[in-house]
Structures are given as C-alpha cells and as structure tokens.
T-cell receptor, first 109, second 113 residues
Framework: EDQVTQSPEALRLQEGESSSLNCSYT??????LFWYRQDPGKGPEFLFT???AGEEKEKERLKATLTKKESFLHITAPKPEDSATYLC??????????FGTGTRLQVFP | EPEVTQTPSHQVTQMGQEVILRCVPI?????FYWYRQILGQKVEFLVS????????KSEIFDDQFSVERPDGSNFTLKIRSTKLEDSAMYFC???????????FGPGTRLLVL
C-alpha cells in the first residue's frame, strides 16, 4: 500500500536553531515528491518538487533533498515566520498525491 | 501570480442538504483535483478530472459526490446529501500536466449540522 510518514509530528525550535524534517515514503513508481507549507485554516502552499534520488532544491532558509526511500526538509537558522505545518506528499504512478500527516513547526524568538 | 480560487470560504449546512463547492483553476491548467482535510487529519485525495471526465477517484468519493466543469472555467464538487462526517476543509488543486506540481486553492470549510 502506498504510504507517506512524516516525523517528528511537532518540533519546537529557538530562532536560529537549524533542524531537519523527515518524510519516508513507500509508493509504487514515484513520479514526484512534493513539499508544501500549510498555515492554520489555509490551503497547502507549494515549496518544492523533487523527481529523482540525489536531487536537491533550495529556497531561502529551506533545502529539500531526496533519496530512494525518504526526503528531508532542512531548515537553516529559522525565523518565527517559518512557523507552520510542513506537508510532504508523494505522487505514485497515478494522478493523486498521497500526503503525510505533517510536521508542525514552531519557532520561538 | 495566478492562483486557484474557491468559493465559498465557509459553508454551514444541515445534514441531508445538497452543497456545491466551486473552484476557479489557474487559466492554462488542464488537470483538476479535489482533496479534503478533516480537522487534525491528513489531506486526502477525492477525485481527479481531465478532459471533462473523472480520471481517478478514491473510496471516499462515493455516489453522493459528483464533479463537473459546467462552463469551461469553474470546476465544482457537489455533495448530494450531506452527512455529519462530511464536515471538513475541501481543497481544489490544479496543474498543467499530471506529472507537474499541483497548486492548491485556499479551501472551503464545510460544517454539516
């Protein structure tokens, strides 16, 4: 069965304290691995798409990496405005996205 | 930057009533999706739609649900007879190609009483 698992469920960081979020996936024929940011009561906001193992994408304080079994979202020197839930989703060899439960990140000043 | 829009932002309805949720996709996008997120749970796929027909649907998308593109711009999700467990955020998503990134709308919060 296709599955996406994210850890940790919640993460509290001091401003400037770097960390990584994990996304493990088991899907048949991965088309793509997606990272989204979701603020409370809002829709998922696109961050990155990764298509093949070894690929890396970077945007401001965020960097996403992909291996054959997992993806990491690295957050360098986070700021309070980075507080949100970060969602990982995998696209198997179909149209749909399979989401993980997300990591709720809180960054304190 | 083009965005997916959804209306209404909130809808409260009585159990057994019909609701229609509306989405305006990004203009050059050809693939359309509906997802739902029950409070505190993960985002779940409902249905994908391309070339005026359903291309894939989940087990959640039973006979009470239907989708259509009535006028070439809007994309709608209809729930014929709502149940308490249909209370959730409903998100529309679109992309140009099935292998590309899906862009999500802001969602409609549906509350069934």
């Amino acid at each position: 069965e296709d599955q996406v698992t994210q850890s940790p469920e919640a993460l509290r960081l001091q401003e400037g304290e770097s960390s990584s979020l994990n996304c493990s996936y088991t899907v048949s024929g991965l088309r793509g691995l997606f990272w989204y940011r979701q603020d409370p009561g809002k829709g998922p906001e696109f961050l990155f798409t990764l298509y093949s193992a070894g690929e890396e994408k970077e945007k401001e304080r965020l960097k996403a990496t992909l291996t054959k079994k997992e993806s990491f979202l690295h957050i360098t020197a986070p700021k309070p405005e980075d507080s949100a839930t970060y969602l990982c989703a995998a696209s198997p060899n179909t149209d749909k996205l399979i989401f993980g439960t997300g990591t709720r990140l809180q960054v304190f000043p | 930057e083009p965005e997916v829009t959804q209306t209404p932002s909130h809808q409260v309805t009585q159990m057994g009533q019909e609701v229609i949720l509306r989405c305006v996709p990004i203009s050059n996008h050809l693939y359309f999706y509906w997802y739902r997120q029950i409070l505190g749970q993960k985002v779940e796929f409902l249905v994908s739609f391309y070339n005026n027909e359903i291309s894939e649907k989940s087990e959640i998308f039973d006979d009470q649900f239907s989708v259509e593109r009535p006028d070439g711009s809007n994309f709608t999700l209809k729930i014929r007879s709502t149940k308490l467990e249909d209370s959730a955020m409903y998100f529309c998503a679109t992309n140009r190609d099935a292998e590309e990134t899906q862009y999500f709308g802001p969602g409609t919060r549906l509350l069934v009483l």
